[in-house]
């Protein structure tokens, strides 16, 4: 799995319709109108996110490794 960092997923994840909601500490929420689910994002400057949180979130998120490009 290519490694990401969490700033680069905020932007991915932007890409694909979802919408900043609010940031608490180092995290940043996401949430989508026609979707009740809502993403955790931790954000800890450049560090990239460890490969099973990164998994976690993207099956979530509904995206699979090819939307990280």
């Known amino acids: 799995m290519k ?4 700033k ?3 932007k991915i994840v932007e890409r694909y319709g979802w919408e900043l909601k ?3 500490g180092s995290h940043h929420i996401y949430a989508k109108e026609a979707n009740t689910v809502i993403l955790c994002i931790p954000v800890h400057g450049n560090r990239d996110l460890p490969t099973g949180t990164l998994r976690s979130i993207l099956k979530d998120a509904g995206m699979t490794q ?3 490009q």
């Open 3 to 6: 490694s990401v960092s969490g």
């Open 22 to 24: 609010r940031i608490t």
């Open 66 to 68: 090819d939307d990280l």
């Open 8 to 10: 680069a997923l905020c």
